[in-house]
């Protein structure tokens, strides 16, 4: 199973470095309406869910606290420093992103504060261990 996951992020990953465009739409869908764009937005959340869903059956659960802790990283982090201090991109193009952004920041911390909370009480030495 592992391999199979490794296979498909390699190839993710080879198609994003070897077919960039400024231009690419994904199988020629553009979302120029609001609605459109957060549907977009919400394609990617019904992803994500997906994603996690396949992590915490496939993975052991330290794997996975790290995993929902990365993405909190990512939701946080990437919206703070590369959308509003050096504004090179928005997560759409319309006003939405005004009000999709300080949610995603703040699932992104509870996502980071989950991740870590959970993984602290899974390392933790029991308390009824033998002395």
Known sequence: MSRKWLLTGAVLFLTAVLLPSEKAFA????????????????FGIVLLIIMLFAVYKA????????????????????????????????ITKGPEANIL????????????????????KISRPS?????
């Open 27 to 42: 199988f020629g869908f553009e979302a120029k309406s609001q609605g459109e764009r957060i549907g977009a937005v919400a």
């Open 59 to 90: 993975f052991t659960r330290s794997f996975f606290n790290g995993f929902v802790a990365a993405i909190g990283f990512f939701l946080s982090v990437d919206t703070v420093v590369f959308h509003w201090i050096f504004q090179l991109h928005r």
């Open 101 to 120: 952004e300080p949610i995603f920041v703040v699932i992104g911390a509870i996502f980071i504060w989950y991740g870590v909370r959970s993984e602290k």
């Open 127 to 131: 308390s009824h261990s033998s002395q």
